[in-house]
């Protein structure tokens, strides 16, 4: 090797030494020590933090519960029924319970993790059942009644729960979430009497709230790069009572009388055979005919089926 190839060689060798010493720098009144590479912008980039993801969950099924005492009674339908059964009245009676509904719901996902997370979201089902007895009078003068009872229920339940997501293989994911939270119902009932003088109607609302819990179990595919197609299962424990609110008496379709008060229920005894009933009342009904009396109660416990979309921000 001659000298101009020994030169070369040497000033190489020192171009890459002086690329790898650090030196002084002076970052926001701080000396700290950073690379000749690093100052020119060519060093290795260091790994960004992971802050607060977001994401966003979008659902719609079907929800099947118990219904709780709206199904247990149908009030005038069922006394009146009973009455007609012991007169030997010819009658027919319609009776459908209100224990499925259609159901939907959102969620916002807070990720604490890359599998795993906070959800905060709310839900909406609610249905209504309609029951109907119509009793023939063929006795003088004849006639027909039509007796109705129609109870209406909604329920939005707000959940707070802690998600965990799963994978299996490359394209599907295991979902799971537990939680928990307080759920707002409203009831209404409309319970009709026609005959050939004329009508009666009642109607009646009120809400109510009490707590609830859940569990969730899915499966889950992405369909884009933050975009899954769910479909999942959930199970619900939630039952209300105590609903408040207030009523209308009309006659012949002229409002006679209003108030207000909470939805009872209690057993009816006529001619020795008891009756579930549902009543609105200021006060709890008391009478050497009526036991069993408590506020009504209205069970959404159940399972639902749903399916949805998972969006992650």
Known sequence: MNKKEKTIVLIVLMFLVFLNLPVWAEDEGMLAIESPVERMGVAKA???????????????????????????????????????????????????????SLEGGADLLFYLGKRFGVSLGASYLGGKSNNRIVIDQPVFPPATYT??????????????????????????????????????????????????????????????????IYARLGLEAGIGRSIFFFIEVLGRYAKISGFEGSSEFFQNDILVQSGSGRFYTYDLNVSGHPVRFIDFAGEPPSSASISNVSETRIDISGVSARCGLRIRF
């Open 46 to 100: 260091k790994p960004a933090k992971d802050g607060l993801r977001i994401g966003l969950r979008l659902c719609g099924g079907m929800s099947f519960f118990d219904g709780g005492d709206i199904n247990d009674t149908k009030a005038n339908v069922t006394l009146n029924e009973y009455m007609a059964g012991i007169d030997g009245v010819p009658y027919t009676i319609d009776e459908n319970g209100l224990n499925r």
């Open 147 to 212: 007796i109705t009872f129609d109870p209406a229920v909604s329920a939005v339940p707000v959940t707070l729960g802690l998600f965990f997501i799963q994978p299996l293989g490359k394209r599907f994911d295991l979902l799971a979430e537990v939680g928990g939270g307080w759920t707002l119902a409203r009831l209404a009932i409309d319970q009709k009497f026609i005959g050939s003088l004329g009508s009666m109607q009642i109607n009646a609302k009120g809400n109510a709230g009490g707590p609830c």
